[in-house]
């Protein structure tokens, strides 16, 4: 009997084995899968559009590939933390890295997001958008969610530069105006110092004898991780090099900016709260907590929401950026997903219905971090953090929702009655997409969910909105008359910082023109045999 | 049949008969075919070993040949070596239609490339310095067009250059009786400083590298642009057999700091001087001083990377600079000038041979996807490792870099508010571009796939790999 039972546990462990195995090695697969369905989307569009100018039903195609997309995530919840590593860097010995993308709790959440937003785009582009853009929404999906998944700086700072190369070309392919472009340049000038940040702090860690990873950053390098994200964001420093959204309107616009955000907020959720024992970090997050409050403002006194996005960008992300230096991880990806879910579904309505109004009231449930809603981890402090940066954040997100809850309110023009049979029934369907989602990750899918978190401070934040919300009409200051300061900031800034850097700029050019004169004029090649004799000269004292 | 027969004398037969089609696009393809041939030649055909043709008939490439009492020898080590730089090579030939310039570059290109070869492959090793002095005097004419007055970068270059030979020369002289006596301090001071010299000469070493951005304004960019990639990298190649054959020399405590310096000399001077230049042509020749700085640096971690890090960065740089140099030669052809004034707002007129010159910028920075950056971030993962210190002055040079890409981003985004976008520029010039910067993003994000191709490659330096 024992012999036969024995025997069976054997066959059985082998069965598990083999099972295990199997699940081992076909759960990454899930990824490919998900990442397949958009890209072969995509190379179909951009096919089609090549070849088969007069296809009716591009938009039909690539909705139905982000609807696959999108189930496909559900999916990924069957065997999570799962791993795929991608064909490693040769030789070993020099990479410490090779791109490779994870599926765990945070990053589902994220990629479960980006994937809605890009279904959402499709749908609703059916009152807006040019259909030409239909590939790049599902290739911006693709690049956000190979993005959110890094499981590696390495990773990460190459999902970023794709996406800062999508937006820089978009962005000069829509713009036209010189200063507009050189302020385009700006941005990208930005975000890319933010990627080779990233890169120092990989290289600190390796200084310290380790590899940059997410689980384990050195001391040294969770700093320089902090001003990746900060600079990428647009927070550390505040700037805002291209103000002109309008240019950018709904659509693929909205896309390529929540997406840019998606990729670099998952950072800050990455980041070891170890790593971030510095002696500044106080005064970052006071610097975060100004932030947050001054784009809040100007978010709350906007009368366009569109003008007004990289205001709600920069509040939502400070928020983030505010949580993860409170050692909250969950709540900086529970304010990211926020931004991204919640300001897709604002940025992307643009036709009113009274039915869709009130839906988009549950977006702002969603964001009042109250108990089991999406954002309520957003509050939970698990540093030794000064309270006092409460006073600061609490207003700034209740200036935010109560801007949101105005927008939302706003009266339109574009009355969904308007528009034709078919925008009427996938229109709202695209909004509720979004909306369902909101809601969802607020009680289930990730560890953020189904939380209870501060609501001591939840309240505090919904008394403030209920607060703003009523002053607003009330108080003549409140309202703005024209929103000219949303205009594309064209002139160049004056300020001390701008009138230094540019003097040492000419300072040091006229160095290098002076110096390159010397060494290229006819008497050049006596200056450097002269430079060449004083090398040789130390050059023969070391050696001795 | 021999093997310096078939890499060293073919190509310079080759040299010859290729100045007889009158066609530029003949000549360009025509080198480019035979360069791809004697690159799989040298991968594929085996050396000193018997191949058996048939049962009555083998053939047996033999290893050297002697001339005039030298040897030429090409051993079986040397073949990954070989298919790169031919590889290389044809690359090169095939753009020079492109670019304008076949007629010269074509057969001189593959005259000084197998001149170079032999400058690798002559025993005793000293010789090599007359023939790389050869090859240099052969690149005057493609530097320099015969009914041209020569400018002052030419002649400045051949200064240098020829100033290089009789410092290596000596230090030669000298090294023989290092060996022989290798306690003499006093002997081994003078032939190491001597030997110093002669690679700051040859190498272009801060300030001796005046000539590159002269040289770029005046000359033909693709022309220049073929001579920054292939002097640097046999002088690299010639100074890693000096490194190979003497182990004094190898292990001498000095050398990884001294390499250190001369390379963070280059990549921080020529990263700033860029940062501040208005001239599309000198970025990209400051860019090059940067490259071979990038592989001095890599040669600085010999002891931890075993040549790896060195090897790795020679695609990428060359295929950046092919690709740089194509694209400029082409503004240059059409627009007759590379000043930021002259280039400002040309995106939209040239938008892949504008796209080709900031690709190839930014690979040569490491921006993340593109070619440079894997052999880039390898090597400051060793500066790193080595101390935070050298990275950031590395890191210097590659902030200046990355101000000058920025600013001619800037300056060829600037258009007239209602230009429309065009595609000037002939099929093949786009084409070209095009193929390469889909090369250089492959190569961005694999790597390992030119790997098969590095593997072997240390192995030419048999006491260097380890």
Known sequence: ?544 | MNAPLIWIGIPLILAILLWLPSRTKVTAFLGGISALFLAASAWFIPIDTAIRISDALSLKIAVSIDILGRQISITPADKPLLALLYGMAAIWFFGSSAAGIARRLVPLGMGILALFIASLSVKPFLYAALIIETAILIAIPLLSPPEKKPGRGVIRFLIYQTLAMPFILFAGWLLAGVESSPGDIELLTQAATLLALGFAFLLAIFPLYTWIPILMEEASPYAVGFILWLLPSVALLFALGFLDRYAWLRNFAQLPAALRFAGLLMVGTAGVWAAFERHLGRIMGYAAIVNTGFSLLALSLLHDSQLSAFFLLMVPQGLGLAIWSLSLSILKLREGSLNFKKIQGMIQQYPIIISGVLVAHFSAIGLPLLAGFPPILALFEGLAKEGLFTASWAALGIVGLLTSAFRTLAVVVMSPKDSTWEMRGSWLQNILIGIGIVLILLLGVFPHLIYPILVNLPATFEHLSG
């Open chain 1, 1 to 544: 009997m024992s012999k036969v039972l024995s025997l069976d546990s054997t066959t059985e462990s082998k069965a598990d084995k083999i099972s295990y195995s199997l699940i081992r090695y076909f759960t990454p697969m899930l990824i490919l899968i998900t990442i397949s369905i958009l890209t072969l989307t995509a190379i179909a569009l951009l096919f089609i559009r090549i070849f088969l100018p007069d296809f009716r039903y591009s938009w039909l195609l690539a909705t139905a590939g982000a609807f696959l997309a999108w189930i496909s995530i559900f999916f990924w919840q069957l065997k999570m933390p799962f791993l795929l590593a991608l064909p490693s860097w040769q030789p070993e010995y020099l990479f410490t890295d090779s791109p490779a993308l994870l599926a765990d709790q945070i990053s589902w959440a994220y990629a479960f997001s980006v994937v809605t937003l890009g279904l959402g785009t499709l749908l609703t582009s059916t009152s807006h958008e040019n259909r030409t853009t239909l590939a790049g929404t599902l290739i911006l999906s693709i690049v956000g969610v190979l993005a959110v998944l890094a499981e590696n700086p390495l990773t990460l700072v190459m999902a970023w530069t794709a996406i800062d190369l999508a937006e820089l070309i978009t962005l000069l392919q829509s713009v036209q105006e010189k200063r507009l472009r050189e302020r385009v340049i700006i941005a990208f000038g930005a975000r890319v110092i933010g990627s080779f940040f990233l890169i120092w702090a990989g290289l600190t860690s390796v200084a310290e004898g380790s590899a940059l990873n997410f689980a384990s950053a050195p001391q040294k390098a969770g700093i320089f991780m902090l001003i990746a994200a900060g600079l990428r964001l647009g927070i550390l420093p505040m700037h805002m090099p291209f103000r002109a959204e309008s240019l950018l309107r709904r659509g693929y616009g909205t896309m390529l900016r929540l997406t840019a955000a998606a990729s670099s907020l998952i950072l800050l959720a990455r980041i070891p709260y170890s790593s971030l024992q510095s002696p500044f970090i106080p005064y970052l997050l006071g610097l975060v907590a100004l932030t947050a409050l001054y784009s809040a403002w100007m978010w709350f006194r906007t009368t366009k929401a569109l003008d007004a996005r990289p205001f709600w960008l920069l509040g939502m992300a400070s928020l983030a950026l505010a949580a993860t230096l409170h050692a909250n991880p969950i709540g900086s990806v529970a304010w990211g997903l926020a931004l991204v879910l919640g300001g897709g579904v604002l940025f992307l309505s643009a036709i009113q219905n009274k039915m869709l109004n009130r839906l988009l009231m549950l977006s702002v449930f969603a964001m009042s971090t109250l108990p089991m809603t999406l954002t309520a981890t957003g509050w939970e402090n698990k540093s030794t953090q000064w309270w006092g940066f409460w006073l600061i954040l609490l207003p700034a997100h209740a200036l935010l929702l109560a801007g949101y809850f105005r927008q939302v309110r706003r009266i339109n023009t574009d009355n969904l009655k308007n528009h034709n049979k078919f925008t009427v029934l996938i229109y709202p369907l695209g909004i509720s997409f979004m909306l369902f989602t909101l809601l969802l990750l607020g009680i289930w899918g990730w560890q953020g969910a189904a939380s209870i978190g501060a609501w001591q401070l939840s309240l505090i934040s919904i008394l403030l909105i209920t607060l703003f919300v009523w002053a607003y009409p009330r108080i003549r200051s409140l309202i703005p008359l024209q929103a000219h300061w949303l205009k594309p900031d064209t002139k160049k800034s004056k300020n001390f910082i701008y009138v230094l850097s540019w003097n040492i700029y000419h300072f040091l050019r006229n160095l290098t023109f002076q110096l390159t004169d010397l060494l290229e004029s006819d008497g050049g090649i006596l200056w450097a045999l002269l430079f060449i004799i004083l090398f040789a000269s130390l050059l023969a004292e070391g050696i001795r």
